[in-house]
């Protein structure tokens, strides 16, 4: 990886406290909890739709993440499997994840904490080669403006930087020690024979990943790009954070279980959002089925106990069976009035409605006659806040 020697910092003391992951999921009739796994992706009521609470401390990245900005922060799981489509999640000692984002206004920043497991790390990769996706990667897919759409040649009808698959590669470290060298891959040019591997590592200002024993702490900062950037000006693209903003975004983990066979080869593909089985490897070129992400400030109404009022909104199935899809809504939410609308990806209004004297837990059946496969946007207005969830039929 470049010719460089890693970095060690020595006699890091690294402490983790017990992880309890505390799951909270409603289950239809006759589904089945799996020993040593999550549900499969058809049994997961997931929501794409996040949100980053701005820091008001910027955290000191050293692959601890024990700062204290971080405790305002909800963790997201990465537990949609992607590669192989359909089939049950790996074991956690095989693998497991889950991650945080906060963004700052201070830095024009975004900061992000993984914590990872994997029973065997993959690694080797040499730069500029295009085989990186067969090593263990950590993948961050964004669309500053989420406008979706094609993102992987500059052509007439679209930019490769109209989205960003970074994929972040790393020489695993030492138990105990920590890394900070990385190379960030992504494809550019004008086509397949004019191509090329640039390394984004100039988008992530830091990184430090610490390992102990199979558990990683993945911390880094990212700067944003807009879809005019140009590799030879960077600074050109630069994207002013601001509250407010949604962007798209998910994250996805690469991981071979094994090292030593020739050629190597991804073994599973692990994502943060649902994604249909014709789309299980579309991320890298297409940004339509990205999650959402709202950049909010600290004591914004949404930014209040933002963890509880986010989770308080639930939609289901998801994806869609027939034209029917369920809204519950937390007695949290003030507010008695409801305004939904559902929204195409091109921001076509399929459906509004306004529900009035809600109560304090509220269920309602949302009827969506004539809609064919695709994602689709639900859009809740309560009160002064404003929820935006992705589900797909």
Not at 11 to 33: D, K, W, Y
Not at 65 to 80: K, L
Not at 111 to 134: H, I, S
Not at 312 to 321: S, T
Request: hydrophobic share 40%; glycine share 6%; net charge negative.
């Amino acid at each position: 990886m470049h010719d460089k020697k890693l970095k060690i910092r020595t006699s890091l003391p690294l402490i983790f406290a017990c992880t309890v992951f505390i799951i909270i999921a409603m289950f239809q009739p006759g589904m089945e909890v799996r020993a040593g796994n999550l549900l499969s992706p058809a049994d997961i009521l997931h929501s794409d739709s996040l949100e980053a609470v701005e820091a008001t401390i910027i955290p000191v990245i050293d692959g601890l993440g024990d700062d204290a900005c971080w405790e305002s922060a909800s963790w997201f799981p990465i537990d949609q499997m992607w590669i192989t489509w359909g089939e049950p999640l790996l074991p956690f000692d095989d693998f497991k994840g889950e991650f945080k984002v906060m963004w700052s206004s201070e830095t024009n920043e975004m900061y992000f904490l993984v914590r990872t497991t994997d029973d065997v790390f993959v690694d080797g990769y040499v730069w500029p080669d295009g085989k990186y996706p067969n090593y263990d990667i950590l993948e961050i897919f964004i669309d500053e403006d989420y406008s979706g759409g094609l993102h992987i040649f500059d052509t007439e009808s679209s930019l490769a930087a109209n989205a960003f698959s970074y994929h972040i590669v790393i020489d695993e470290p030492d138990d105990g020690d920590f890394t900070d060298l990385m190379v960030v891959c992504d494809i550019a040019g004008t086509s397949w024979g004019n191509s090329t591997i640039p390394d984004y590592a100039g988008h992530f200002p830091e990184l430090a990943v610490s390992r102990e024993g199979r558990d990683y702490i993945w911390e880094f900062s990212m700067i944003v790009h807009n879809d005019s950037y140009d590799h030879s000006d960077p600074t050109a693209s630069l994207v002013e954070l601001s509250a407010g903003k949604i962007m798209g975004l998910s994250m996805a983990y690469c991981d071979n279980d094994d090292p030593d066979e020739l050629p190597l080869s991804r073994d599973n593909f692990i994502g943060s959002v649902y994604v249909s089985e014709e789309a299980y490897n579309d991320h890298w070129r297409n940004a339509d089925g990205y999650g959402t992400l709202t950049l909010i400030e600290e004591g914004d109404p949404v930014a209040i106990n933002h963890q509880d009022l986010s989770s308080g909104i639930v939609i289901y199935p998801n994806p869609m069976i027939d034209n029917n899809i369920q809204l519950s809504m937390s007695s949290e939410l003030p507010g008695n009035q409801v305004v939904v609308r559902v929204l195409s990806m091109n921001s076509q209004v399929l459906y509004s409605k306004v529900f009035e004297n809600r109560q304090a837990q509220f269920s309602q059946q949302i009827v969506l006659e004539g809609i064919g496969p695709g994602i689709y946007l639900m859009e809740i207005a309560i009160a002064d806040q404003r929820f935006v969830r992705k589900f797909t039929k």
